[in-house]
């Protein structure tokens, strides 16, 4: 059975830096796609960033481009979102996203659009990030 857990999040002032944790179990993450993405109250879900099964591509959202990376380490399975220069805008509740589709173009498509579903795709309960003074 799929399972991801989040972790890392908390409270940091503005232009602070953190970095969010994603172990996985249940598949290795060289065989699917694999994300994150957040949600703030009363907003839409927003793509943050993916990382493909293939070759390791990564891509982002405009929004972090330049502040974010993402990285994994397949030996112990975990996925990672480094965060740096943050700003209030980025408090949101982060979640990382599996591909179940077997399609990773459409799987990182898809979450960077916002459009992460459960029919093609499994997450955790997520860690809240808030950027505050």
């Known amino acids: 059975q799929v399972q991801l857990v989040e972790s890392g999040g908390g409270l940091v002032q503005p232009g602070g830096s953190l970095t969010l944790s994603c172990a996985v179990s249940?598949?290795?993450?060289?065989?699917?796609?694999i994300g994150w993405f957040r949600q703030a109250p009363g907003k839409a879900r927003e793509g943050v960033s993916c990382?493909?099964?293939?070759?390791?591509?990564?891509a982002y959202a405009d929004s972090v481009k330049g502040r974010f990376t993402i990285s994994r380490d397949l030996a112990k399975n975990t996925l990672y979102l480094h965060m740096n220069n943050l700003h209030a805008e980025d408090t949101a509740l982060y979640y990382c996203?599996?591909?179940?589709?077997?399609?990773?173009?459409?799987?990182?498509?898809?979450?960077?659009?916002?459009?992460?579903?459960?029919?093609?795709?499994?997450w955790g309960q997520g860690t809240q990030v808030t950027v505050s003074s």
């Open positions: 990382i493909s099964s293939a070759d390791g591509t990564t």
């Open positions: 249940g598949f290795t993450m060289d065989d699917a796609a």
């Open positions: 996203a599996v591909d179940g589709s077997s399609r990773p173009n459409f799987f990182c498509t898809t979450l960077l659009s916002g459009q992460v579903r459960p029919d093609f795709a499994a």
